[in-house]
């Protein structure tokens, strides 16, 4: 097998707490499409159609971004003092259903938004023709989140019927013609069958991605709960123990817009309007990055009140990918002082 087993986190980092507040973003992820053509069990789209489900409870529509919206949001993003590490293509919806995707890398790639450009995808609409104006628009980075390892397998968890020979012949032909571009292939636990199947998932794909890893079941988005019991939130993504955090890291660093402007402090799918810090459309990113809206997250964390924040009292995501280096608890009071110092409290 050539492809490393790791999980997808970057493990070489500084300590968070000796570089916040940050005066720009390290990561930012944008929504291409709120749309999927997956009705996956464990995600909101799995309830689509349902007049009371999930989804429908949520009011987003489901819709493209606006090309001109999005042009919008690269020219915000260069506002800031620094360019960010990242911007992840991924929400909600497939990514690659927006038949513009191709054209947003590539734009981002010529304007420098950003070091890394990643894709997090199904991968089941990839083509020969599609992975070439993925990799030459210069994608950094694609993850692949798989939903079984035959045709049988993805009706069950999907919903939907796909031709399993012909998604692999289209992955190794990604893998083979990547250039520079990583490819990242994973599979949640709850969908294989013993150890026979988590060998047969590396014989597989193990040599046609540079990563490779079978990830924990947990609950990204909090309205889907537990997924009838087959989640276990006492573990994250990486199958290690999660430890209890007062503070959440990931607010510190990151952003989300989603299709229609929208912004958030995490990368969670789905949430709720009103957890929204601002929308591009009606204020400038880095004003929302500097607002009071997101000091005031920042603080009620800090502060140990994150039970009483609804949306991140019942989050099990916060502990989903974390290590040591992002661990704030014990640097609250310092992180509060740094925080009253810049203002916008």
């Given at each position: 097998?050539?492809?490393?087993?790791?999980?997808?986190?970057?493990?070489?980092?500084?300590?968070?707490?000796?570089?916040?507040?940050?005066?720009?973003?390290?990561?930012?992820?944008?929504?291409?499409?709120?749309?999927?053509?997956?009705?996956?069990?464990?995600?909101?789209?799995?309830?689509?159609?349902?007049?009371?489900?999930?989804?429908?409870?949520?009011?987003?529509?489901?819709?493209?971004?606006?090309?001109?919206?999005?042009?919008?949001?690269?020219?915000?993003?260069?506002?800031?003092?620094?360019?960010?590490?990242?911007?992840?293509?991924?929400?909600?919806?497939?990514?690659?259903?927006?038949?513009?995707?191709?054209?947003m890398i590539k734009?981002?790639?010529?304007?420098?938004?950003?070091?890394?450009?990643?894709?997090?995808?199904?991968?089941?609409?990839?083509?020969?023709?599609?992975?070439?104006?993925?990799?030459?628009?210069?994608?950094?980075?694609?993850?692949?989140?798989?939903?079984?390892?035959?045709?049988?397998?993805?009706?069950?968890?999907?919903?939907?019927?796909?031709?399993?020979?012909?998604?692999?012949?289209?992955?190794?032909?990604?893998?083979?013609?990547?250039?520079?571009?990583?490819?990242?292939?994973?599979?949640?636990?709850?969908?294989?069958?013993?150890?026979?199947?988590?060998?047969?998932?590396?014989?597989?794909?193990?040599?046609?991605?540079?990563?490779?890893?079978?990830?924990?079941?947990?609950?990204?988005?909090?309205?889907?709960?537990?997924?009838?019991?087959?989640?276990?939130?006492?573990?994250?993504?990486?199958?290690?123990?999660?430890?209890?955090?007062?503070?959440?890291?990931?607010?510190?660093?990151?952003?989300?817009?989603?299709?229609?402007?929208?912004?958030?402090?995490?990368?969670?799918?789905?949430?709720?309007?009103?957890?929204?810090?601002g929308n591009i459309?009606?204020?400038?990113?880095?004003?929302?990055w500097k607002g009071?809206?997101?000091?005031?997250?920042?603080?009620?964390?800090?502060?140990?009140?994150?039970?009483?924040?609804?949306?991140?009292?019942?989050?099990?995501?916060?502990?989903?990918?974390?290590?040591?280096?992002?661990?704030?608890?014990?640097?609250?009071?310092?992180?509060?002082?740094?925080?009253?110092?810049?203002?916008?409290?």
């Amino acid at each position: 097998m050539n492809a490393e087993i790791k999980p997808s986190y970057d493990t070489n980092r500084k300590q968070l707490s000796e570089v916040i507040p940050l005066s720009s973003p390290f990561t930012v992820f944008i929504e291409p499409t709120r749309c999927c053509n997956f009705k996956c069990f464990y995600c909101l789209h799995g309830t689509r159609g349902q007049q009371n489900g999930e989804l429908a409870k949520t009011g987003y529509k489901l819709r493209h971004m606006d090309f001109s919206m999005y042009e919008q949001l690269l020219e915000q993003l260069l506002s800031f003092p620094e360019r960010p590490k990242r911007i992840v293509f991924s929400g909600l919806g497939e990514p690659l259903i927006n038949p513009r995707l191709p054209d947003m890398i590539k734009l981002a790639h010529q304007l420098g938004a950003a070091k890394r450009l990643d894709i997090l995808t199904n991968a089941s609409l990839l083509t020969p023709e599609l992975s070439h104006r993925l990799i030459d628009a210069g994608t950094t980075r694609i993850q692949v989140s798989l939903q079984g390892l035959d045709s049988r397998k993805y009706k069950e968890i999907s919903g939907v019927t796909i031709d399993f020979d012909k998604m692999h012949e289209n992955l190794s032909y990604l893998y083979k013609n990547r250039k520079s571009c990583s490819i990242f292939i994973k599979i949640i636990d709850s969908i294989l069958d013993g150890e026979e199947d988590k060998q047969r998932f590396y014989k597989l794909f193990g040599d046609i991605c540079d990563q490779i890893f079978i990830e924990h079941l947990i609950t990204l988005q909090q309205q889907m709960k537990d997924h009838n019991g087959l989640a276990d939130n006492t573990r994250n993504l990486n199958n290690e123990k999660v430890v209890y955090r007062h503070v959440c890291p990931v607010i510190f660093y990151m952003l989300q817009i989603d299709a229609d402007g929208n912004v958030f402090p995490c990368p969670v799918g789905g949430l709720p309007k009103g957890f929204s810090m601002g929308n591009i459309n009606n204020e400038p990113l880095v004003s929302i990055w500097k607002g009071k809206k997101r000091n005031s997250l920042m603080r009620g964390h800090l502060m140990q009140k994150r039970l009483k924040i609804p949306v991140c009292a019942t989050c099990s995501a916060c502990a989903a990918v974390l290590d040591g280096s992002e661990f704030l608890d014990d640097c609250r009071e310092r992180l509060l002082s740094l925080l009253d110092s810049e203002g916008g409290a």
